[in-house]
T-cell receptor
Framework: EAGVAQSPRYKIIEKRQSVAFWCNPISGHATLYWYQQILGQGPKLLIQFQNNGVVDDSQLPKDRFSAERLKGVDSTLKIQPAKLEDSAVYLC????????????????FGPGTRLTVT | AQSVTQPDIHITVSEGASLELRCNYSYGATPYLFWYVQSPGQGLQLLLKYFSGDTLVQGIKGFEAEFKRSQSSFNLRKPSVHWSDAAEYFCAVGGEYGNKLVFGAGTILRVKS
């Protein structure tokens, strides 16, 4: 079974530029998550999708970050414009079940995209 | 709100020695608890989880963890560490409603030969 795929693996941009990350979850996984992992910290949830609907985006900086999962499969996370403090690893994860399902906690993570903003 | 504290930023153990990584959580109700491992350049891999029942849970790669409600702890243990265990370990807590995970800051494990 293929795992969670993410691209690109690395990205370097200047501040105020735009950037987009792509994620393809494990086939059949209804729930998709985007996390931000700043160096020296644990991952922080940015947004959670159930199929193509947003379940939780309370920690997404909506003035500059956006995400979509149009067909309920793959997803794109965008930052526009980027700031220096956005330098981090962006992790995508997926799980079989939606909210309130115990197996929803069995999240499978992709390798991440390391973003450096200069 | 949920929170997780991992008191040790770095730990170094000798190969073959035993290991214990500490995790303390804060959550008002019954927590769901997890340990993940992250190797350099890799995503997180689930080692083990506690939802209910037996407070000693077994995971992959020979790891185990014990849930102690009275101490709000969920420490990770391994009786004999291998060089390949060198990685960063994250403890996480999930709430009973919804499945949002809150992670600790992580503990970096170094294994010396």
């Amino acid at each position: 079974e293929a795992g969670v795929a993410q691209s690109p693996r690395y990205k370097i941009i200047e501040k105020r530029q735009s950037v987009a990350f792509w994620c393809n979850p494990i086939s059949g996984h209804a729930t998709l998550y985007w996390y931000q992992q700043i160096l020296g910290q644990g991952p922080k949830l940015l947004i959670q999708f159930q199929n193509n609907g947003v379940v939780d985006d309370s920690q997404l900086p909506k003035d500059r970050f956006s995400a979509e999962r149009l067909k309920g499969v793959d997803s794109t996370l965008k930052i526009q414009p980027a700031k220096l403090e956005d330098s981090a690893v962006y992790l995508c994860a997926s799980s079989l079940e939606g909210p309130r399902g115990s197996r929803a906690y069995e999240q499978y993570f992709g390798p991440g995209t390391r973003l450096t903003v200069t | 709100a949920q929170s997780v504290t991992q008191p040790d930023i770095h730990i170094t153990v000798s190969e073959g020695a035993s290991l214990e990584l500490r995790c303390n959580y804060s959550y008002g109700a019954t927590p769901y608890l997890f340990w993940y491992v992250q190797s350099p350049g890799q995503g997180l891999q689930l080692l083990l989880k506690y939802f209910s029942g037996d407070t000693l849970v077994q995971g992959i790669k020979g790891f185990e963890a014990e849930f102690k409600r009275s101490q709000s702890s969920f420490n990770l243990r391994k009786p004999s560490v291998h060089w390949s265990d060198a990685a960063e370990y994250f403890c996480a807590v999930g709430g009973e409603y919804g499945n949002k995970l809150v992670f600790g800051a992580g503990t970096i494990l170094r294994v010396k030969s």
